[in-house]
């Protein structure tokens, strides 16, 4: 991928966050029309805050333009006059995860909250991963972080929706939650409905399904997979109660959990467990990265 990249943000706040992320993976990024709130970030990291027009007048250096819509925008016509390739930020971001290991949340409750905990549990025993995610929770220190070392990558799953029609593929996929708010991307519940379904159909050879069997929909789809998928049900996780204690039940043992506790966290926990399996982390390496997960506290 080329070195000298131009966002043309159009004050959205992915486009944004990618340079960011370009950026700090040791690219160098130029943005326009970054939402207000990014600029110090940005300015602070290296990007140069200026329109194409104006880099191509002082001889700046451009090998690529990519933005959210390639369609009436004096930049993008600019950039095809210049004879610059243009793409969308989904095909950049595409490429540049298109080799890692790919797991990817559908949590409609509590977005980003099973990706958070693997995350964690990950970095408690030394591994990395790239995410791109919606909320800045716990160990997401931002929305995008790529790098170039590490093997897998934590998604959102309406993004990888996003990217999919370019038949990008996930090799871990959760679906943990139903919950339909109208919206101009869904507005009915069958849209929504039909859209959680096309994700089974990104699942890699040899891929995982992860759900939760509580949801008779998932269960439904789960029974009709390709024989080469694995599938991994899950419920909330066995737990005993003490008065506000909350005890997490596995095997012949049992963990207290130092923060409250309710069954959509309890099904996450069950989630993000069995990812985690999936990437080496034993059950007693996770339960002790869930103890010490004080985050998930804040998203009840």
């Known amino acids: 991928m080329t070195e000298n990249i131009h966002i043309i943000a159009q004050g959205k706040s992915f486009p944004s966050r990618l340079a960011l992320a370009l ?136 993004l990888l929706l996003r990217i999919g029609q370019r038949n990008h593929k996930s090799n871990i996929l959760i679906l943990s939650s139903l919950r339909w708010k109208e919206s101009e991307e869904y507005p009915t519940f069958e849209d929504y409905l039909e859209a959680r379904h096309r994700l089974i159909s990104t699942i890699d050879r040899e891929g995982t399904l992860i759900y939760n069997q509580t949801v008779a929909v998932f269960q439904e789809w789960a029974e009709t997979l390709r024989e080469d998928i694995t599938a991994l049900p899950f419920k909330a996780h066995p737990y005993r109660r003490d008065g506000e204690r909350v005890f997490l039940q596995y095997a012949k043992n049992e963990i207290e959990l130092p923060f409250p506790c309710d069954e959509n966290l309890l099904c996450d926990i069950s989630a993000a467990r069995l990812a985690c399996r999936q990437f080496g982390i034993t059950d007693k390496a996770f339960y002790e990265a869930v103890v010490s997960a004080h985050f998930l506290a804040t998203q009840l």
């Open 23 to 158: 950026q700090e993976k040791g690219h160098t990024v130029s943005c326009s029309g970054c939402i207000a709130d990014m600029e110090s970030d940005l300015s602070r990291a290296g990007v140069l805050l200026a329109p194409l027009s104006q880099l191509i007048d002082e001889g700046q250096k451009v090998n690529m333009v990519a933005g959210d819509a390639v369609s009436e925008n004096e930049e993008f016509a600019l950039a095809e006059m210049e004879h610059l390739p243009v793409v969308s930020v989904f095909d950049l971001l595409a490429s540049i995860i298109d080799e890692k290991a790919k797991v990817v949340e559908c949590n409609s409750q509590n977005s980003g909250r099973i990706l958070s905990l693997i995350l964690y549990a990950l970095h408690k025993q030394s591994k990395k991963a790239d995410y791109v995610v919606d909320d800045c929770v716990g160990p997401f220190s931002r929305a995008v972080a790529l790098s170039e070392n590490t093997r897998i990558c934590l998604l959102d799953g309406d």
